[in-house]
């Protein structure tokens, strides 16, 4: 059974370093997302991407943040000089075959990062 | 706008005790709503979902049914096992003026004892 994939597991930064965390969304979906959860608090959205652009984004999603699909399988999320509280799991997900639903969202395992 | 509130966990069970997690939401016009489940250290899997008033999803032996009336998409299973451990997730989906993404709740941590 397909399914989406992230790396690392787990990402250990100092503050102002820059991170990208990685992702290979299920061949020919279509819609990319990215969310986080801090511990303790709910999963948010952070991100959509269709067609090589965002199409939404979420108050969280500052210029920090940058999304990219540098090739036909990757998918990633960058963060630019990170900070304490951007210590999270992020979880990726990918939905809707062409002509499919786009509710139905498959989550990869998520990467902790940890900013210290 | 758009939001889930899901009970606060840990909810603990024994073997074949009956299980209710509710779930009630908050949002304007027609949302999908959903079951995520996160078994420890894998990632978010849909465990069930219902598109429209009335319908009722199932999977698993787990149901919810998508109520209009009181905005609840209440999880239930009859007979839990130790293999349900896990974190269950409510979550919403679409309704007007949303964005295209999924709304969850906070998650509730289910463990169940043999």
């Known amino acids: 059974e397909p399914e989406v994939t992230q790396t690392p597991s787990h990402q250990v930064t100092q503050m102002g370093q820059e991170v990208i965390l990685r992702c290979v969304p299920i061949s020919n979906h279509l819609y990319f997302y990215w969310y986080r959860q801090i511990l303790g608090q709910k999963v948010e959205f952070l991100v959509s991407f269709y067609n090589n652009e965002i199409s939404e984004k979420s108050e969280i999603f500052d210029d920090q943040f940058s999304v990219e699909r540098p090739d036909g399988s990757n998918f990633t999320l960058k963060i630019r000089s990170t900070k304490l509280e951007d210590s999270a799991m992020y979880f990726c997900?990918?939905?809707?075959?062409?002509?499919?639903?786009?509710?139905?969202?498959?989550f990869g395992p998520g990467t902790r990062l940890t900013v210290t | 706008g758009n939001s889930v509130t899901q009970m606060e966990g840990p909810v603990t069970l024994s073997e074949e005790a009956f299980l209710t997690i509710n779930c009630t939401y908050t949002a304007t016009g027609y949302p999908s709503l959903f079951w995520y489940v996160q078994y420890p250290g894998e990632g978010l899997q849909l465990l069930l979902k219902a598109t429209k008033a009335d319908d009722k999803g199932s999977n698993k032996g787990f149901e919810a049914t998508y109520r209009k009336e009181t905005t609840s998409f209440h999880l239930e299973k009859g007979s839990v096992q130790v293999s349900d451990s896990a974190v269950y997730f409510c979550?919403?989906?679409?309704?007007?003026?949303?964005?295209?993404?999924?709304?969850f709740g906070k998650g509730t941590k289910l463990s169940v004892k043999p």
């Open positions: 979550a919403l989906y679409g309704g007007r003026g949303s964005q295209g993404n999924l709304i």
């Open positions: 997900a990918s939905s809707q075959l062409a002509g499919g639903s786009r509710d139905e969202q498959y």
